[in-house]
């Protein structure tokens, strides 16, 4: 008995410092009309320093039946990404972005060389010879990111507490390649988002 209190106590205190240490961060996106926004990219950067971010051993975005996919991607700074082209057709990928200009000519199955996306930004990706394919790879800083599933919202584990720009980014928001930046503080418990951003024409193909 003369024990009980000052284990209690201990105990306490580690869980109270687990917990000041990783909260959960979900947030919902919504559209112009207040819908759900599938496949918008969330990602969070600390106001002051930076969370180290290694680089994912490989991504793959597909071509299948002329399209993209997945037509959104996010990926950490340094990540090689292999275009496969499941189709018959020979496609011709390309992006003028500065993110990361790029070409890969009519090619069929999978290109020589993955293309390694090694600086942060926005990276728009079509085909030369189907005009209505693209796709958006999100190069990210920072290990803290989720993409919306098709009810708008993502979670992002394991935040350590503190400030940080919440930013929020979606392919029909073209013009502000920045999104939308709320600065938030991240402490102990889960928190909830909510993010409107001014998409009115979902440039994306409906998820099925
Ligand atoms: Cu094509």
Redesign the pocket.
């Known amino acids: 008995m003369r024990f009980a209190l000052p284990i209690a106590l201990a105990l306490t205190t580690s869980l109270g410092c687990l917990a000041a240490q990783a909260a959960g961060v979900a947030v919902s996106v919504k559209d112009a009309a207040g819908k759900p926004l599938s496949r918008a990219v969330v990602s969070l950067e600390p106001v002051t320093g930076r969370v180290a971010v290694k680089p994912l051993p490989s991504v793959e975005v597909g071509?299948i039946k002329?399209q993209f996919a997945p037509q959104v991607t996010i990926v950490p700074v340094g990540t090689p990404v292999t275009f496969t082209n499941f189709?018959t057709?020979?496609?011709?990928?390309y992006s003028f972005s500065s993110t990361k200009p790029f070409e890969l000519k009519l090619y069929a199955g999978v290109p020589n060389a993955p293309v390694v996306f090694d600086k942060p930004g926005i990276a728009v990706v079509g085909?030369?010879?189907?005009d209505q394919?693209a796709a958006w790879i999100a190069v990210l800083d920072t290990p803290l990111y989720g993409l919306t599933g098709a009810d708008g919202r993502t979670r992002i584990g394991a935040v350590g507490a503190g400030s940080y720009r919440l930013k929020v980014w979606h392919p029909g928001l073209a013009n502000t390649t920045d999104g939308v930046v709320n600065v938030i503080t991240v402490g102990a418990p889960d928190m909830e988002h909510a993010v409107q951003l001014d998409v009115s024409a979902d440039p994306l193909v409906p998820l099925p």
């Open positions: 071509q002329r189709d057709v020979r496609h011709h990928v085909c030369n010879i189907h394919m």
